[in-house]
C-alpha cells in the first residue's frame, strides 16, 4: 500500500477523531453551561394551557428565555383548576425559584396567594391582573378598554337599526371579565337602541359557550342580533351553536386574536366570527423584564398595559402586513427628534421632571427641543403645533389639564407624528390620538394617602376635620387623588372634608389657601391633605405664623416624596409622603426611540412608587435623587 495512500488514511482518522471529539467536548459544554451557569431560576405557572391565548404566552415566554443561556425556566400548568395552580405554585417554592411569573383565572383566590409570595421572591402578574398591588409588575392589557372597544365594534356592526345582544362572560371571579363586562355595558347603556337582552356565563371555555347558548336560543327562541363573548374561544362555541342551528344573521365579537388554527384571527379570515381584538401576551416583555429585575435593576415600573388591535374583515389581511412591518423595523437605530412641551416650574416635582428629560435626552443621545408653556394651555397648544410644522419625530408633553387636546392632536396625527403623554393623561373619546402614557397612578396614590389618615386616628370613633389643598383645576393628578382619597374615605364617616382649596400645586398658592382655612376654622383643623408637597410646605409655614405645630396640633399628608418633604418629615412638620416618581426621563427617550425605529410600545407605563413615615424619611432621605 502505497505511502500516500497510507498517510490520507491516518489524516483522515485523526481528522475523525477530532471531530468526534469536537462534538462531543460541544455537546457536554452546552450541557455544562446549562448547568454550571445557571444564575437563575424563573418558575412560570399557567392557569390552563387549553385556550389559544395561554398557549401563545407560554411559547413566547419559551422563545425569548431561549435567548437567555443563564436562566432556567420551570413551567406549571394547572389545566383550569384553581386549587391546582395554589399547588403548583407552593411546587414552584419548593424549586427554590427566584422569581415567579403567573397568569390567574380566579383573580379573587389567587390575590392572596400571590402577596405571599411577593413578600419573598419577584412576582410578574402576566395578562390577567390580580387585585390590589402587592407584586412586582403587572404585564397585561387593559380589560376595561376591551369591553369599550366591543361595544364600539357592536355599535358599528348594528347599524343605524340598533339591535338586541347576548353577553358571554368568562370566569366572574376574574377581574378581566368583570372589567371587560363593565368597559361593555357602561359604553352600550349609552345608546338608545342596544338592548343586552341576556347574559351567558361560560369560564373562557368554548364547549360550554356552545351548550350554554344553544340552551338558551331552545328555551327563548328569541334569536339576538349579536353576541359578544369575553375571548375567541367562547366565540367559536358561539359560532358552533348557531351553525348547528342554521342560524347564521347573528354577528359575533370575540376578544384575544390569537393567529392560531381556531384563534381569531383565523376565526375572523374564515368569517366564523366578525370582529376580535389582538391582546398581546406579554409573554416577551416578561422575560426581559425578569431578567432585569433579578439583576436589581432599580428603573423597573409598576404596570405595564400594552396596546389591543382590533381585527375585523375590513383589516385582517393589513394584520399580516403590519406584523411584517413590525419585524423589518427590529434592530432600526435611527437618531431622533423629540418635542417636549413642558407644562410649567410650578413645583419641586416638575423641576426634577425637568431635569431627568434633559439629562436623558443627553445620555440616549436624543435630539431634544424642550419648550415650557408655563401653566397655559394655549400656549401649549402653539408650542406643539410648532413641534408638528418642524416635523419633529415624537411629541411628548405633559397636559396642563385634562380636556380640549382634541384638535392639536388631531394635527399631529395627520402629520404623522405619535405623541407621547408625560406624568398626566388627558380625557379624549378617541385614544388613537396619543400613543403612550408614561406616568403614575394618581388615583392610588390619593388612596394611600386617606389610608394612613385612617390607620392613624386613635380610634375609628374620632372625628377628624380635614382641608384639602387641591392642585391644578381639571388637571389629572388633582382629579384623580381628589378621587382615590374620597374612595377611601366613603367608608369612614368620622372623617370629614371641611373644605377643598385651591393650591395650584405652588407654594405660594398652599400657604395662602392656608392662611385662609386657618381664618375660617383656626384649631378646629385636624388634618391638611395636600395634593403635593409644595402646597404643604407652604400650609407649614401658615400653621407657624398661626401660632401652631405643624405634624403634631395638624397633622399634614402629602404626594410626591420630594427633598423638601423629606426634611419636612425629618423635622416632624409633615407626617406623612406618598411617592410620584418625576424621573420619566429615561423611559420617555426609550420610548421615543422605539416609535421612531418603528416598534410598539406600550399603551401605559405605570411606575412603581412607595410611601414614606418620618421614620422611613429619616434613614431614606440620603439615597433620594430628587
Ligand atoms: O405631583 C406636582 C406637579 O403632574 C404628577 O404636577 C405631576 C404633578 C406633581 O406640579 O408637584
Known amino acids: 500500500m502505497n505511502k500516500s495512500l497510507v498517510t490520507t488514511i491516518i489524516l483522515f482518522g485523526i481528522i475523525m477523531v477530532g471531530l ?69 405554585i407552593n411546587a414552584l417554592k419548593g424549586y427554590d425559584i427566584d422569581l415567579l411569573i403567573v397568569s390567574v383565572e380566579d383573580s379573587i383566590a389567587m390575590t392572596p396567594v400571590i402577596s405571599n409570595v411577593y413578600n419573598e421572591i419577584p412576582v410578574i402578574v402576566l395578562g390577567r391582573g390580580v387585585e390590589g398591588y402587592n407584586y412586582t409588575l403587572y404585564i397585561g392589557t387593559d380589560h376595561y378598554l376591551i369591553g369599550e372597544m366591543a361595544a364600539e365594534a357592536t355599535t358599528k356592526l348594528l ?23 363593565r368597559g361593555f355595558r357602561e359604553k352600550i347603556n349609552q345608546t338608545k337602541n342596544i338592548k343586552i337582552v341576556n347574559t351567558l356565563v361560560a369560564n373562557w371555555q368554548r364547549d360550554k359557550a356552545e351548550d350554554e347558548l344553544k340552551a338558551l336560543l331552545e328555551t327563548s327562541g328569541d334569536q339576538p342580533d349579536l353576541i359578544y363573548a369575553h375571548n375567541d374561544a367562547m366565540a367559536l362555541g358561539v359560532y358552533k351553536a348557531l351553525h348547528s342551528l342554521d342560524v347564521d344573521h347573528v354577528k359575533i365579537i370575540g376578544s384575544d386574536g390569537v393567529d392560531k388554527i381556531n384563534g381569531g384571527i383565523q376565526l375572523v379570515k374564515q368569517k366564523k366570527i366578525d370582529t376580535t381584538f389582538i391582546t398581546p401576551t406579554g409573554g416577551k416583555q416578561a422575560v426581559q423584564y425578569a431578567i432585569r429585575i433579578l439583576a436589581e435593576d432599580s428603573e423597573i415600573p409598576k404596570k405595564i398595559i400594552l396596546r389591543n388591535h382590533e381585527v375585523s374583515s375590513q383589516n385582517v389581511d393589513d394584520f399580516y402586513l403590519k406584523r411584517n412591518e413590525l419585524n423589518e423595523h427590529l434592530g432600526k437605530d435611527e437618531k431622533v427628534t423629540l418635542g417636549f412641551a413642558q407644562v410649567g416650574n410650578e413645583s419641586a416635582w416638575r423641576t426634577a421632571n425637568t431635569d431627568s428629560i434633559i439629562k436623558a435626552a443627553d445620555h440616549e443621545n436624543v435630539d431634544l427641543q424642550l419648550k415650557n408653556a408655563h401653566n397655559n394651555q394655549e400656549k401649549q397648544i402653539a408650542i406643539m403645533r410648532e413641534f408638528i410644522k418642524q416635523k419633529v419625530d415624537v411629541i411628548a408633553f405633559s397636559p396642563l389639564v385634562e380636556h380640549g387636546w382634541e384638535e392639536v392632536l388631531q394635527e399631529a396625527k395627520n402629520a404623522g407624528i405619535p405623541v407621547i403623554l408625560s406624568d398626566r393623561e388627558i380625557k379624549v373619546q378617541d385614544n388613537s390620538l396619543w400613543t403612550a402614557f408614561i406616568g403614575s397612578d394618581f388615583v392610588e396614590e390619593g388612596r394611600r394617602a386617606a389610608q394612613w389618615i385612617v390607620d392613624h386616628m386613635e380610634s375609628s370613633k374620632d372625628t377628624a376635620h380635614i382641608i ?29 372634608i371641611i373644605d377643598s382649596l385651591l393650591g395650584d400645586f405652588t407654594l405660594g398658592k398652599g400657604k395662602e389657601m392656608m392662611e385662609k382655612a386657618l381664618q375660617q376654622f383656626g384649631s378646629e383643623i385636624d ?32 404626594i410626591d416624596a420630594t427633598n423638601k418633604a423629606f426634611k419636612a418629615l425629618s423635622t416632624g412638620k409633615l407626617n406623612f409622603t406618598v411617592e410620584c416618581n ?21 399603551m401605559r407605563i405605570i411606575t412603581s412608587e412607595e410611601t414614606f413615615t418620618q421614620e422611613e424619611a429619616k434613614k431614606e432621605m440620603k439615597k433620594r435623587n430628587y
Open 582 to 602: 418625576p424621573l420619566l426621563g429615561p423611559q420617555i427617550m426609550q420610548a421615543a426611540k422605539e416609535l421612531k425605529n418603528g416598534r410598539e410600545i406600550p
Open 527 to 558: 388634618i391638611v391633605y395636600a395634593h403635593n408637597d409644595d402646597m404643604a410646605i407652604g400650609a407649614i409655614e401658615a400653621i407657624e405664623e398661626y401660632g401652631l405645630r405643624p405634624g403634631i396640633d395638624i397633622k399634614i399628608i402629602s
Open 20 to 88: 468526534i471529539f469536537l462534538i462531543t467536548y460541544k455537546m457536554y459544554q452546552s450541557n455544562n453551561n446549562s448547568e454550571a451557569e445557571i444564575d437563575y431560576v424563573i418558575g412560570v405557572s399557567q392557569p390552563n394551557l387549553l385556550e389559544p391565548w395561554q398557549i401563545s404566552m407560554n411559547e413566547e415566554l419559551q422563545q425569548e428565555a431561549l435567548k437567555h443561556q443563564n436562566i432556567r425556566v420551570i413551567y406549571t400548568d394547572a389545566a383550569q383548576s384553581t386549587q391546582q395552580q395554589i399547588d403548583d
Open 468 to 496: 384639602e389643598l387641591e392642585g391644578t383645576k381639571n388637571s389629572a393628578p388633582a382629579t384623580d387623588r381628589k378621587l382615590g382619597f374620597k374612595e377611601v374615605l366613603e367608608n369612614h364617616h368620622n372623617l370629614h
Open 159 to 181: 347599524g343605524n337599526q340598533g339591535g338586541k345582544v347576548v353577553e358571554v362572560q368568562g370566569l366572574t371571579s376574574a377581574v378581566q371579565a368583570e372589567e371587560r363586562s
